[in-house]
Antibody
Framework: QVQVQESGPGLVKPSQTLSLTCSVSGFSIGSGDYYWAWIRHHPGEGLDWIGYISYRGRTYYNPSLKSRVSISIDTSKNQVSLNLRSVTAADTAVYYC?????????????WGQGTLVTVSS | DIQMTQSPSTLSASVGDRVTITCRTSQSVNSWLAWYQQKPGIAPKLLIYKASYLETGVPSRFSGSGSATEFTLTISSLQPDDFATYYCQQYNNYSGTFGQGTKVEIK
């Protein structure tokens, strides 16, 4: 059973970099051509797609975040990472890592429990 | 960028009601559209993928239809467990924009 778990600091200061890790269990990231996604949910608002990365490291980002975001993959650690630079209070959200359930699909079946990141001094 | 318009934003309904939520995209996404259910404090749950395919384990009262720019999620007979917020997401051409969400409340 594939599981993903987000981890990282719960509090980040404005202008700093938010860094999160998604640890994958029950599946070897390097073994299949799945895309991995980062999604965020602002408190009281809707869902916000951040970006995708393939197991080969090809990335696609939300245009509104593209100048500040990078997603990377480490097959040796079986992890996917998110970095978001120059954060502001508007980046306060629950951040989710997710994966499709089917090859060739980008609809997201497998989700982590999410991790709340607050941007505040 | 593809813009999403989901309606209504809030819907009040009773157990047993037929419920319909609409999602429109600013350009064609073919059938690359998904529907999710989210409850407070819990990750979204995939209900429908590729516009009309029911995800494994999802009750058959949920159905999706549409293509190109107009899509619909229907719940044929609303159950107590269905009171939640629903989101559409387009994933055409390696993007992933979500709709604004529809909160289904108890009438």
């Amino acid at each position: 059973q594939v599981q993903v778990q987000e981890s990282g600091p719960g509090l980040v200061k404005p202008s700093q970099t938010l860094s999160l890790t998604c640890s994958v269990s029950g599946f070897s990231i390097g073994s299949g051509d799945y895309y991995w996604a980062w999604i965020r949910h602002h408190p009281g608002e809707g869902l916000d797609w951040i970006g995708y990365i393939s197991y080969r490291g090809r990335t696609y980002y939300n245009p509104s975040l593209k100048s500040r975001v990078s997603i990377s993959i480490d097959t040796s650690k079986n992890q996917v990472s998110l970095n978001l630079r120059s954060v502001t209070a508007a980046d306060t959200a629950v951040y989710y890592c997710a994966r499709p359930g089917r090859l060739g699909e980008l609809s997201l079946t497998i989700w982590g429990q999410g991790t709340l990141v607050t941007v505040s001094s | 960028d593809i813009q999403m318009t989901q309606s209504p934003s809030t819907l009040s309904a009773s157990v047993g009601d037929r419920v319909t939520i609409t999602c429109r995209t600013s350009q064609s996404v073919n059938s690359w559209l998904a529907w999710y259910q989210q409850k407070p404090g819990i990750a979204p749950k995939l209900l429908i993928y590729k516009a009309s395919y029911l995800e494994t384990g999802v009750p058959s009262r949920f159905s999706g239809s549409g293509s190109a720019t107009e899509f619909t999620l229907t719940i044929s007979s609303l159950q107590p467990d269905d009171f939640a917020t629903y989101y559409c997401q387009q994933y055409n051409n390696y993007s992933g924009t979500f709709g604004q969400g529809t909160k289904v409340e108890i009438k």
